[in-house]
């Protein structure tokens, strides 16, 4: 607390619900201001006359950006590779926020993020794409290198529309994704809806293919060194419900959790029910556009629920997080269909 000439008459450190008081005051006009490390310092003129107890003062402290430092290197002999180029991708939906690309040292920066975590997604003409995920604090820089291996192969294919034929236009989206469930390119096919993802390093991935309005279609591959996978994509009008359930306690996939997946505001209600495989991973397919309520829980671990609402053909991924809770009673099995779930 200070006056016009920079004088300081009071200082005060917040309580745990941010609350602060400063007292004898003489009377007068001050300049109130409050910092901390990880915000913007924020400022606030006030003036106080004898006697005056001045309630509800507010000052709104934004936090500071953090930034990612890193470096892309040969795994192998461990040397920096110039002109790689990296993606930074918000982890907790994938959206792609930041792209740059390394300089004569391999090394590069990304300024101006918002704390949390994010994949940092680096992929070189002859070597495989590889990520790490990171945490970026308010007001620090986090530091990261990511490795990558100079064996590759291609991930080639063709889409086919719902009925069969071969599709073709210039909106033919496609996404790769890796065993993670990691979003590591976006991609458009060629007009007559053939498409390739090079640069893919060995291992097993999921394409998903989708033009708007039409529908959306998705198959595996496995990659391996030098070699070309090909594969068929064939749309489909109904959609796709997937995810991973995990335990908030450990963090770790949940194996053999029942998952509940049910059209909400319907007179006859239908639920599909299926279970995780060993990776904790579910799927419920042919689903017509519209909400979903989805309930996972497991004996012993806990329940979580979330709402989908799935347009024609979308294919959306929703992770749930068991914590430990009774079911409500506000979910009713009504129909239970006889439903066969192959693992991924």
Same mark, same amino acid.
């Given at each position: 607390?200070?006056?016009?000439?920079?004088?300081?008459?009071?200082?005060?450190?917040?309580?745990?619900?941010?609350n602060?008081?400063?007292?004898n /005051? @003489? #009377?007068?006009?001050y !300049?109130? =201001?409050?910092?901390e490390?990880s915000?913007a310092?924020a400022?606030?003129?006030? +003036?106080?006359?004898?006697?005056?107890?001045?309630?509800?003062? $507010?000052?709104t402290?934004?936090?500071l @950006?953090?930034n990612? *430092?890193g470096?892309?290197?040969?795994?192998?002999?461990?040397l920096p590779? %110039?002109?790689?180029?990296?993606?930074?991708?918000?982890?907790?939906?994938?959206?792609?926020?930041?792209?740059?690309v390394?300089?004569?040292?391999g090394q *590069?920066?990304?300024? =101006?993020?918002t704390?949390g975590e994010?994949?940092v $997604?680096?992929?070189?003409?002859?070597?495989?794409t590889h990520y790490?995920?990171? =945490?970026?604090?308010?007001?620090?820089? +986090?530091?990261?290198?990511?490795?990558l /291996? @100079?064996?590759?192969?291609?991930?080639?294919?063709?889409?086919?529309l #719902?009925?069969?034929?071969?599709?073709?236009?210039?909106n033919?989206?496609?996404?790769?994704?890796?065993?993670?469930?990691?979003?590591l390119?976006?991609? /458009?096919?060629?007009?007559?809806?053939? *498409?390739?993802?090079v640069?893919?390093?060995?291992g097993?991935? +999921?394409?998903?293919?989708?033009?708007?309005?039409?529908?959306?279609?998705?198959?595996?591959? !496995?990659?391996?060194p030098?070699?070309? %996978?090909?594969?068929?994509?064939?749309?489909?009008?109904?959609?796709?419900?997937?995810?991973t359930?995990?335990?908030?306690?450990?963090?770790? #996939?949940?194996?053999?959790?029942?998952?509940?997946?049910q059209?909400?505001?319907? #007179?006859?209600?239908i639920?599909v029910?299926?279970? +995780?495989?060993s *990776?904790?991973?579910?799927?419920?397919?042919? /689903?017509?556009?519209? %909400?979903y309520?989805?309930?996972a829980?497991?004996?012993? !671990?806990g329940?979580?629920?979330?709402?989908v609402?799935?347009?024609?053909?979308?294919i959306v991924?929703?992770?749930?997080?068991?914590l430990?809770?009774?079911?409500?009673?506000?979910?009713r099995?009504a129909?239970?269909?006889?439903i066969?779930?192959t693992?991924f």
């Amino acid at each position: 607390m200070k006056d016009s000439h920079g004088t300081l008459f009071g200082s005060a450190i917040t309580d745990d619900l941010g609350n602060f008081s400063v007292g004898n /005051l @003489p #009377p007068g006009t001050y !300049v109130i =201001s409050a910092s901390e490390d990880s915000y913007a310092a924020a400022t606030s003129n006030i +003036t106080v006359t004898a006697g005056q107890t001045l309630n509800g003062v $507010i000052l709104t402290m934004s936090p500071l @950006p953090g930034n990612i *430092f890193g470096q892309v290197t040969n795994q192998l002999t461990g040397l920096p590779i %110039t002109g790689a180029a990296v993606a930074i991708q918000l982890f907790a939906n994938g959206l792609f926020v930041a792209n740059t690309v390394t300089n004569q040292s391999g090394q *590069f920066q990304v300024n =101006s993020l918002t704390a949390g975590e994010y994949n940092v $997604i680096a992929s070189a003409e002859g070597f495989g794409t590889h990520y790490i995920t990171v =945490s970026v604090a308010s007001g620090q820089t +986090t530091v990261t290198t990511v490795e990558l /291996l @100079p064996f590759v192969g291609t991930i080639s294919g063709i889409v086919l529309l #719902p009925n069969g034929i071969q599709a073709s236009g210039n909106n033919i989206q496609l996404s790769l994704f890796n065993s993670d469930q990691i979003r590591l390119q976006n991609i /458009l096919a060629e007009p007559d809806g053939t *498409f390739h993802f090079v640069n893919v390093a060995p291992g097993t991935y +999921t394409v998903i293919g989708t033009i708007p309005g039409i529908g959306t279609g998705q198959a595996e591959a !496995v990659v391996l060194p030098n070699q070309t %996978t090909f594969i068929i994509i064939r749309l489909s009008q109904t959609g796709t419900i997937q995810g991973t359930v995990r335990s908030g306690l450990t963090g770790l #996939p949940v194996a053999g959790a029942t998952v509940y997946v049910q059209k909400v505001n319907q #007179p006859n209600i239908i639920t599909v029910i299926v279970q +995780t495989d060993s *990776f904790g991973r579910y799927k419920v397919t042919d /689903l017509a556009p519209g %909400t979903y309520l989805v309930v996972a829980n497991a004996m012993g !671990v806990g329940e979580a629920r979330g709402t989908v609402t799935l347009g024609t053909g979308e294919i959306v991924t929703l992770d749930l997080v068991l914590l430990p809770a009774a079911m409500s009673g506000s979910f009713r099995v009504a129909i239970c269909p006889t439903i066969l779930f192959t693992p991924f």
